[in-house]
């Protein structure tokens, strides 16, 4: 699709609506001629393309940043033109029923059959509302959550004056259920944050085995799907790319889940969701509203959601991104099968390459590998890793890695060959979350081995 015909025609159909009211004439107060425009465009644009790092290209294989989908941004931009605020109702209904229908399509990808959700800012507010709502349902009571999980865990039950207690993780980076379950016994816990995706490498807890601890413990279940959500389109798909069904099923058992649509949603920053299983959890967020209950069909989202204003652009967004990509196997899944299809293909190189290690196989579409180093040990892997950082970005023809620190337990469970002399070492870590990552993996391959040849 050509953006610019479509920016042109976004501007249009709202001047069009805007033309069927009455004329009247902009202030002056907000003039300001071209000449002027021209020059602080040109201050921006320079700005941005000169202190960037090129998050589109497929040699950019980093943090977890990629543009959103075109559709998205002439979603945005045309809603925003109105600039309706989702805070409620009378803030813009078109784009309040569109969050609606976007939040139950995201419902429906988790197999949630009812549901009380919105979209959020970001993925700490929605993991802050389902922990709140925790709270509320289990004063007195902390919660659980993988050393692995999110920092925002930990810093949100600081805000919520809860008890965090860290769990620790196994050989794959997923939650210890045996660990977990010596935390249950001290009755100290009323809610479990499962991550379905870590940030770091994308590890999965094994949420269909947490499930029984949920009946055992009186425990709330909460998953974290903020990055990995969206990879529940893969489970038990055909092909290399298929992901273990069982934990991704088992979330529709779960009571909350958070989900990210401006992660692996192709939406620009500004986009996250929070689900409830039981719509009646409305009943905690303080509102002035007649409703004595809460259903998806009746909700009235400024009423069940934290923040006052969001934007109505971001649903709109996600809306019509939705509509060309959807939410299922054969829409937006075949694009993270492709990353994923990435991820493996390059953890099979690095396998046989004797210049890189594998640092753990990857579950999602998250690669950690380190450089092979003599000696063979940790404060040689942090040097080398952040050496081929560095070396990889001042390139002529650059690519761009990021690094991940691994602690020295992690590192020897995985790997006790290398010896721990410090406490811990940098790994290199790409997060290959455009499907282009697909047909240049080879490629990035060779230029990180090249990168990390002793010399
Ligand atoms: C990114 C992320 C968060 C935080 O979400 P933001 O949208 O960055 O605020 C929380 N949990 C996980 C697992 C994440 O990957």
């Not at 202190?51 to 989908?69: I, T």
């Not at 293909?345 to 594998?358: M, P, Q, T, Y």
């Amino acid at each position: 699709m050509d953006l610019q015909h479509w920016l042109g025609r976004a501007d249009h159909a709202i001047q069009e609506w805007a033309d069927t009211y009455s004329p009247y004439a902009p202030h002056p107060s907000l003039h300001v001629d071209d000449e002027r425009f021209a020059s602080a465009f040109e201050a921006l644009t320079g700005r941005l393309t000169k202190d960037n790092y090129p998050f589109f290209h497929p040699h950019y294989a980093g943090q977890m940043l990629k543009p959103p989908h075109p559709a998205a941004v002439v979603g945005h931009l045309t809603a925003m033109l109105i600039n309706p605020n989702n805070h409620a109702l009378d803030g813009g209904p078109a784009t309040a029923a569109m969050e609606r229908e976007a939040v139950a399509q995201l419902a429906a990808m988790f197999g949630y059959d009812t549901h009380l959700g919105h979209l959020t800012t970001s993925g700490t507010i929605a993991n802050l509302e389902a922990l709140f709502v925790a709270r509320e349902l289990h004063p007195g009571r902390g919660v659980a959550y993988s050393a692995e999980a999110h920092y925002t865990h930990g810093r949100m039950c600081h805000v919520l004056g809860m008890k965090g207690h860290p769990v620790p993780t196994d050989e794959g980076g997923r939650m210890d259920l045996d660990a977990l379950e010596d935390v249950l016994r001290s009755g100290d816990v009323g809610t479990v944050v499962l991550t379905a995706g870590t940030t770091g490498l994308g590890a999965v807890d094994p949420i269909h085995r947490a499930l029984a601890l949920r009946d055992r413990y009186g425990v709330r279940l909460h998953v974290d799907a903020a990055y990995g959500g969206f990879f529940t389109l893969l489970a038990g798909a055909d092909g290399p790319e298929g992901l273990a069904p069982e934990p991704w099923r088992a979330i529709s058992r779960c009571d909350s889940i958070v989900v990210d649509p401006h992660k692996h949603g192709l939406q620009p920053y500004g986009c996250g969701a929070v689900l409830f299983r039981d719509p009646e959890v409305g009943r905690f967020y303080l509102h002035d509203s007649p409703y004595t209950y809460f259903t998806s069909t009746e909700l009235h989202l400024g009423e069940i959601s934290l923040e006052c204003s969001r934007a109505g652009a971001s649903a709109a967004a996600l809306w019509l991104t939705f509509r060309l990509i959807p939410p299922t196997p054969a829409g937006l899944g075949r694009v993270l099968a492709a990353g994923r299809r990435a991820a493996l293909r390059w953890a099979d190189l690095i396998s046989r390459s004797d210049v890189l290690k594998l640092y753990q196989r990857p579950e999602l579409d998250i690669v950690g590998y380190f450089p092979a180093v003599e000696p063979a040990a940790l404060s040689a892997v942090d040097a080398a890793s952040a050496r081929v950082l560095t070396d990889g970005m001042s390139d002529r023809d650059p690519v761009f890695l990021s690094t991940l620190k691994a602690g020295r337990e992690a590192f020897a469970v995985r790997h006790p060959e290398i010896t721990a002399d410090v406490e811990g070492a940098r790994i290199l870590r790409s997060v290959l979350m455009k499907p282009e990552s697909e047909h240049h993996v080879e490629r990035l391959h060779d230029r990180v081995e090249q990168l990390a040849r002793p010399r």
